[in-house]
């Protein structure tokens, strides 16, 4: 018997012109967008309007464009994937996302927000050196300039395997968009296109929930189905951190993959300060992570939705598609493709998402390459042209990831990959900034050989993994099958349930990425501590106050007796609270790593 073709090679399963209509507006509205706030009016021609919106933004645009930062195609395409094949046990990360956004709110946002910087690692040249910022800004640059190629990438193979849709004229075409209309209207068509593109991907993942809920029964049957088949479990107490996902993983592991996401990166943080008050910053961060608990849900109903369909006819096994990320492009051509319009209206949400992302990303790098490298060797650099560099800096950044697309097509699927990626990157930058804000006696000699200690164990486990596992395919914890398949003949053995041979890899190399951040923020933090007291540790009593973390200060001096303080030279709140004057002295004041009592 022949084997199946995927359904892009079936001509009635391919966009149709409505579709490529519905396509073109979603493109041109977000061009629309960055042509407004680049050509009309004087709104950016500053280095502030461009950057960070006059730091006076609206509450509404910055929630929605913080939620849409990180949405990306990950979202839409490999967590429905990832619920498919593993059950509803991610649904376990929600308590780890609204405890991230209260210590991003309550222990990060104020120390940002206080010093009112463009660029987050300011604050570490403040509170340590220029060499510790050059390190962290450049560990973020390869870390944005790589993800934002996979997030592109991935999304139009997936799609343009399905759809029918050119592959690289796909991905050719949304990075000119992008990098169009992020160079030319700066942050405010950044955010205003993430508003936008925001309600695109909702729109398209309802429109996908009740036309499947609809042809499969109601969601009282879904649920049945995946009931009856063991695909409802939210707890798995496995201790072992070889286990991709466990409960611990979810709370714990993924708790500080968000945290270096929405505590310290750049993308998110520079958001927070478009907004004119801290109290609107902290409402923003806590409505995002309410559309974050939306999203969540709305990604699990999916993934049941796509395991009532094809639990008994799996597309992967029948080789209908390659990757589990196109099973959901499969699934809107299945149920979908007869409705003109409605794939073209999921492919916008898809791309959409893949679109927000990059121009967050290019428009953060922009942000550091501005504050962190060019007014390094050029301090006194006037505004008209501090502005132009950072549209060409958009612009060149946007060239790079595109030509990093073809290294990201050897990467694999995109859930694991970019989770991969901000876990090995994000927790090591996490550590510095803890290192920063929590820990006073750090000095710059402890942060910097912390952080690239750090870095360098971090990308040997990342990458020592990637290349062990090449490869070898990803393994289901629960069988599907192709009983239900008609016109089919099952292989010998099913492929996606058969585990990988564990001789043949080190166990080092079986680590969760969930702990990947966990794991390098305290390689940072136990490096930079001991380095620190073997090279002199910093005195606290020469540190500016508004460096620590208020609400810590705050804690260890309502908490810890006075004479440990003492010995300790622990007396930050004393200075804050009995010196308000010196503390609004320095806030806001750029040149505080005169005062930082560098080591």
Known sequence: MGEPSIAGDDPAKHFGTIDYLVFTIMLAISTGIGVFYGCFGNR????????????????????????????????????????????????????????????S?????????????????????????????????????VQMVLYQSVVIYAPALALSQVTGINLYGCV???????????????????????????????????????????????????FQIAYDD??????????????????????????????????????????????????????????????RFVLLVLNILTGLVLYAKYSKCDPLMTKRIRTTDQILPIFVMDTLGDFKGFPGLFVAGIFSGALSTVSSGLNSLASITLED???????????ARATNISKLASVLYGLLSFGLVFIAERLGGIFDVSFSIFGMVGGTLLGVFNLGMFVPWCNSKGAFWGTLTSLVFMLWLGIGTALANSGKRGVSKLILSVEGCSNYTAPATNFLNQPVESHEISEFYKISYYWYALIGCCVNMLVGTVVSFLTGNQDPRDLNPQLISPPWDKFITKFVPLHIRQKIFWDLGANINTDHHKSQKYAGNHELGKINGKS
């Open 230 to 291: 063991g695909h409802i479990k939210y707890f798995d107490f496995d201790p072992d951190p070889r286990t991709r996902q466990t409960t611990w993983t979810l709370w714990i592991g993924a708790f500080f993959m968000w945290l270096a996401v929405y505590g310290v990166n750049q993308a998110q943080v520079q958001r927070y300060l478009t907004l004119p008050t801290i109290r609107q910053a902290k409402i923003a961060i806590w409505l995002n992570g309410l559309g």
């Open 44 to 103: 950016q021609k500053t280095t502030k309007d461009f950057l960070m919106g006059g730091r006076t933004m609206g509450l509404i645009p910055v929630t929605l464009s913080l939620l849409a930062t990180f949405f990306s195609a990950i979202a839409l395409l490999s967590v429905p994937a990832e619920i498919y094949l593993n059950g509803t046990i991610y649904m376990m990360m929600a308590p780890a996302h609204f405890a991230v956004m209260a210590v």
């Open 105 to 141: 709110a309550y222990l990060y946002l104020p120390v940002f927000y206080n010093l009112q910087l463009t660029s987050t690692y300011e604050y570490l040249e403040m509170r340590f050196s220029k060499s510790v910022r050059i390190l962290a800004s450049f560990a973020f640059t």
């Open 373 to 383: 490298y060019v007014k390094y060797f050029y301090p006194n650099i006037n505004d």
């Open 172 to 222: 050719t075409t949304l990075f000119a968009i992008v990098i169009f209309y992020t160079s030319l209207g700066g942050i405010k068509s950044v955010m205003w296109t993430d508003v936008v593109q925001i309600i695109v991907m909702f729109g398209a993942m309802i429109v996908v929930l009740v036309k499947g809920g609809m042809d499969l029964g109601g969601f009282g049957n879904i």
